[in-house]
């Protein structure tokens, strides 16, 4: 998908180990999210920013934590990692919901696996 | 609090079939969007559809098909005369007006046999 760009695709962290996922999209858009993805439970939202300088908690905040310091950039940190956070992490970006033509664009996964 | 619920979890059709993918939503927001994005086997999300709270008309593009009803909270997408290549993971969301929760339901598996 065009514009937002997930760095790691792959990692594997041993459990207390910290790391931190950077999702950069070229869009301007105001609005980014991350997700995490596990087998039955489609995308819960973790945290989501509506700005630079502003986050907020999604579903499933706990173990996680993110910063918005440019409008660009969202970056989600596992402080201590825990094996229940082995999972695919995707990042997405939106302009403004009101917008007319407006979807979320995802970038490509992040597989993290803690063991 | 918003929810979506797509209760089918897995649907398996053979090809050239019809076959309807559910999606309900709660929300209390009388402005709202919903989307729908399909997952293929590679992993990407690839965006299919966004609806309005305020446009109630179907949706026809090719093969797929949207039906939106307020009245049941319903977002159900139709595809017609299934092929192969549908076999995917489909997932239904729900964002309120200003876009601060972008919630997905939790998929349905599609398999399309040839």
């Known amino acids: 998908n065009a514009g937002v760009t997930q760095t790691p695709k792959f990692r594997v962290l041993k459990t207390g180990q910290s790391m931190t996922l950077l999702c950069a999209q070229d869009?301007?858009?105001?609005?980014m999210y991350w997700y995490r993805q596990d087998p039955g439970m489609g995308l819960r939202l973790i945290h989501y920013?509506?700005?630079?300088?502003?986050?907020a908690k999604g579903e499933v905040p706990d173990g996680y934590n993110v910063s918005r310091l440019k409008k660009q950039n969202f970056l989600l940190g596992l402080e201590s990692a825990a094996p229940s956070q082995t999972s695919v992490y995707f990042c997405?970006?939106?302009?403004?919901?009101?917008?007319?033509?407006?979807?979320?664009?995802f970038g490509q996964g992040t597989r993290l696996t803690v063991v | 609090a918003q929810k979506v619920t797509q209760a089918q979890t897995e649907i398996s059709v053979v090809e050239k079939e019809d076959v309807t993918l559910d999606c309900v939503y709660e929300?209390?927001?009388?402005?709202?969007?919903l989307f729908w994005y399909k997952q293929p086997p590679s992993g990407e999300l690839v965006f299919l559809i966004r609806?309005?709270?305020?446009?109630?008309q179907n949706e026809i593009s090719g093969r797929y098909s949207w039906n939106f009803q307020k009245s049941t909270s319903s977002f159900n997408f139709t595809i017609t005369a299934s092929q192969v290549v549908d076999s995917a993971v489909y997932f239904c969301?729900?964002?309120?007006?200003?876009?601060?929760?972008?919630?997905f339901g939790k998929g349905t598996t599609l398999s399309v046999s040839s």
């Open positions: 929300t209390r927001d009388t402005t709202y969007y």
């Open positions: 969301a729900l964002s309120d007006q200003a876009g601060t929760a972008l919630i």
């Open positions: 869009m301007n858009h105001e609005y």
């Open positions: 997405a970006s939106l302009l403004f919901a009101g917008t007319a033509n407006t979807e979320a664009f």
């Open positions: 609806r309005n709270s305020f446009d109630e």
């Open positions: 920013s509506v700005g630079e300088g502003t986050t």
